[in-house]
């Protein structure tokens, strides 16, 4: 019996997925009811046991208490979550050009090969031919780089607005929302496939073991397993 496994994620890939989640939870619940008046339910909720403790139950101040509260979540949150976004970054810099996020093939056709492969593992529930990982992930790993460029650039922008003109602060405010948007909608549909039964040993790969079993690379990963022959 052939025991033998594939590393696939390495320990620090698994350190920053994990906390990743940790830290989208805070800063979204923190941000929204900074982003719209839709979510200041969630301010006024907190504002309701903060003014409670101080002995001020005044409405419009309920609702400040609790927006000033979340913004220093938010804040400390996306300091924290860019402090240690500083390792994963070099560590990813120093590989980039052996990263999955790159083609298994180039062209057009490619893509629309790519999208095939992915019908065939997620609804024909067939073997694919699939990297590392399969476009569509591919697709998502730029897109997600690409929102929290524009997230934590407009981010830090609005933190320190007070040295921005009106017009850069706009421009910054509606950068942060329209990417935010655009990053929820990747993340639930990244969740999707990734919690997907086609995919469980990946997710048991970066969230418990960090590899996957080389007969299960070699037959639904076969152009990853065919590149990793050759190293």
Not at 163 to 169: N, R
Not at 203 to 225: I, P, Q, R, S
């Amino acid at each position: 019996m052939n025991n033998k496994t594939v590393l696939a994620y390495s320990s620090l890939d698994m350190w920053f997925h994990k906390h990743m989640i940790h830290f989208v939870a805070f800063l979204t619940l923190s941000g929204l009811p900074i982003l719209s008046d839709k979510f200041h339910f969630i301010a006024y909720g907190i504002g309701q046991s903060i003014n409670f403790l101080a002995g001020d139950m005044n409405n419009e101040r309920i609702l400040a208490s609790g927006i000033s509260f979340l913004r220093v979540i938010h804040w400390l949150s996306a300091f924290t979550f860019t402090a240690i976004m500083i390792p994963f970054v070099i560590s990813m810099t120093q590989k980039v050009l052996t990263l999955s996020i790159w083609p298994d093939k180039w062209g057009a056709s490619a893509v629309f090969e790519g999208m095939g492969e992915m019908k065939k593992n997620y609804i024909d529930l067939e073997h694919a031919e699939f990297g590392k990982m399969n476009t569509g992930q591919k697709a998502s790993a730029w897109l997600l780089v690409l929102c929290m460029v524009v997230i934590v650039i407009s981010g830090y922008m609005l933190v320190f607005r007070s040295v921005l003109t009106h017009d850069f602060i706009s421009i910054a405010r509606g950068a942060h929302a329209i990417s935010f948007i655009i990053l929820s909608i990747t993340l639930l549909i990244h969740i999707y496939f990734g919690t997907h039964p086609a995919n469980k040993a990946a997710y048991k790969a970066m969230f418990k073991t960090g590899e996957m079993d080389e007969e299960y690379v070699k037959e639904h990963h076969a152009l990853w397993y065919r590149k990793l022959q050759k190293l």
